[in-house]
Each structure stands twice: as structure tokens, then as C-alpha cells.
């Protein structure tokens, strides 16, 4: 098992540029999420979804758009990029959200937006 | 809202001693309290998951405390080593049908040779 997969590792952005955060696991968990993490913020939600074709807004989820078409694959959307999207992006999975799973974590997506 | 918070924010030791690093959150209906190691420019890696029913937990050098009344939790490192330096961080599951992750920022560890 790869287990959870982000593609790019690092990428940089100007102001209003759009682009999808990819992230991909092969372990068949119906639970997937996004984390932001920001220095001295800690990691933050910003979406998630409980299976195919279910997602939800966690924390912070102005800016970002999320779908899940299926149940290996949840993209972050960013739709205009703005300086304060500048963070490290981490896809986490479970088999589902419940009590007795933890949250296997994607090694994160360096984003830099001038 | 559930809010976590690690004190303290940073722990240099000696290799060898026996270190405790504590987290505590506002909201005691959580699902489950889980400690996490994060390496520099790394992802996160799971290293213990308390059940809201449970007490603690153990893995090797590890322990893990959780006391529901209080709001804490209590991660127990023996005999550290160096390459137990790293980011700590304590995360509680909580949020009636959302089940939302809640992280605090987390203690960076330097265990010293």
C-alpha cells in the first residue's frame, strides 16, 4: 500500500492563480479530510468528507473547494489564490470517522502564493 | 468549539531522562484523544489513540493518559533518545456527527547526546 499519497510536494502560486491539490489513497477508507498548517496556528480543517459523494466545511473553508467522486480521491480546489493560502496542505484518511480509527496523514503540500 | 493547548511549546532534555509533555481541551465529550509525531517537513504519524472509555494506552517506550473529568492528557516518554526529537502534537475528536479532529500546536522535543 502507498497508504496516502499528495501531489505536488511544493508548489508556488501568484495572487489569483487557481489550482487543485491532489490527494489520493489506496487503502479504501471512506473518511477523507484536509489540514492546513500554519506556524504558531497548529493544523486547522478545512474540509471533509464521510464517502463518495459527501463532503462538509470544517474550520477554515472559505477559499477552498473540495469533491469526491470517489472514494480513493479528495482534490483541494483552490479557486483564486490569495498570500494567506501560504501554508502546508495535509490530506489525512480513516476507514471511517469513528471512535476507534486513527488518521493516517499524506507527507503535505508546500504552497507558496506571492 | 474544542479547543487543545500543549504546554509547554517546547522540552530540551538529556538523553536518557523520562519526560512528560501534557495536553489539555476544553470540551470533555471527545470520541477519542491521539498524539501524533510530526518530523521536520514531514507528515504526521499516529503513535497512540485513547478511546473515550479508556485510561491510557502503552506502546513500548510510550504512555498514554486520559482523564475525561479534567480536560487532559498526558504523553510519558522513557528513557529518551535522540531520535524520539521531534514535534508532539495532541489532537481530540470530538463534534456530534462531524467528527472533527481538534489539534494543538504541539511541543517540539530535543533530546540532547
Known amino acids: 500500500n502507498a497508504g496516502v499519497t499528495q501531489t505536488p510536494k511544493f508548489q508556488v502560486l501568484k495572487t489569483g492563480q487557481s489550482m487543485t491539490l491532489q490527494c489520493a489513497q489506496d487503502?479504501?477508507?471512506?473518511?477523507m479530510s484536509w489540514y492546513r498548517q500554519d506556524p504558531g496556528m497548529g493544523l486547522r480543517l478545512i474540509h471533509y468528507s464521510v464517502g463518495a459523494g459527501i463532503t462538509d466545511q470544517g474550520e477554515v473553508p472559505n477559499g477552498y473547494n473540495v469533491s469526491r467522486s470517489t472514494t480513493e480521491d479528495f482534490p483541494l480546489r483552490l479557486l483564486s489564490a490569495a498570500p494567506s493560502q501560504t501554508s502546508v496542505y495535509f490530506c489525512?484518511?480513516?476507514?471511517?470517522?469513528?471512535?476507534?480509527?486513527?488518521?493516517?496523514f499524506g507527507p503535505g503540500t508546500r504552497l507558496l502564493v506571492l | 468549539k474544542q479547543e487543545v493547548t500543549q504546554i509547554p511549546a517546547a522540552l530540551s532534555v538529556p538523553e536518557g531522562e523520562n519526560l512528560v509533555l501534557n495536553c489539555s481541551f476544553t470540551?470533555?465529550?471527545?470520541?477519542?484523544l491521539q498524539w501524533f509525531r510530526q518530523d521536520p517537513g514531514k507528515g504526521l504519524t499516529s503513535l497512540l489513540l485513547?478511546?473515550?472509555?479508556?485510561r491510557e494506552q502503552t506502546s513500548g517506550r510510550l504512555n498514554a493518559s486520559l482523564d475525561k473529568s479534567s480536560g487532559r492528557s498526558t504523553l510519558y516518554i522513557a528513557a529518551s533518545q535522540p531520535g524520539d526529537s521531534a514535534t508532539y502534537l495532541c489532537a481530540a475528536l470530538s463534534g456530534a456527527g462531524s467528527y472533527q479532529l481538534t489539534f494543538g500546536k504541539g511541543t517540539k522535543l530535543s533530546v540532547i547526546p
Open positions: 470540551d470533555s465529550a471527545i470520541y477519542n
Open positions: 489525512a484518511s480513516s476507514y471511517w470517522a469513528g471512535s476507534q480509527e486513527t488518521q493516517y
Open positions: 487503502m479504501n477508507h471512506e473518511y
Open positions: 485513547i478511546q473515550s472509555s479508556q
